[in-house]
């Protein structure tokens, strides 16, 4: 079972950019459709963007449409979130999920898709 760390995280002013990556080991890491998830205290956890086994197909929360570019390397059995042109309001816990899917280009936007989640990383981002 494939298990996910996280990493890349940290404090950037607004405007500024992060990268982050999330490892997987111990799974066959192309079985699974990935997304990236993020929560602040007091507010549920939402989808930031999710992107299908294959990587040819992704998908965006409106808020990270433009600014957010969802990745994923299977040889290195890694994805990536690359968040440019951050705001305040992207302040939050990150966290990468990887969830079995069926088809090559299939993602899912729900969290009860993804059984195997990452221990999560800290964005903040100041004005």
């Known amino acids: 079972q494939v298990q996910l760390v996280e990493s890349g995280g940290g404090l950037v002013q607004a405007g500024g950019s992060l990268t982050l990556s999330c490892a997987a080991s111990?799974?066959?890491?192309?079985?699974?459709?990935a997304a990236w998830f993020r929560q602040t205290p007091g507010k549920e956890r939402e989808l930031v963007a999710a992107?299908?086994?294959?990587?040819?197909?992704?998908f965006y929360a409106e808020f990270a449409k433009g600014r957010f570019t969802i990745s994923r390397d299977n040889a290195k059995t890694t994805g990536y979130l690359q968040m440019n042109s951050l705001k305040p309001d992207d302040t939050a816990v990150y966290y990468c999920?990887?969830?079995?899917?069926?088809?090559?280009?299939?993602?899912?936007?729900?969290?009860?898709?993804?059984?195997?989640w990452g221990q999560g990383t800290q964005v903040t981002v100041s004005s």
């Open positions: 992107i299908s086994r294959s990587g040819r197909r992704t």
């Open positions: 999920a990887a969830g079995v899917a069926v088809s090559t280009d299939n993602y899912y936007l729900g969290e009860n898709a993804y059984k195997h």
């Open positions: 111990g799974g066959t890491f192309t079985l699974y459709a």
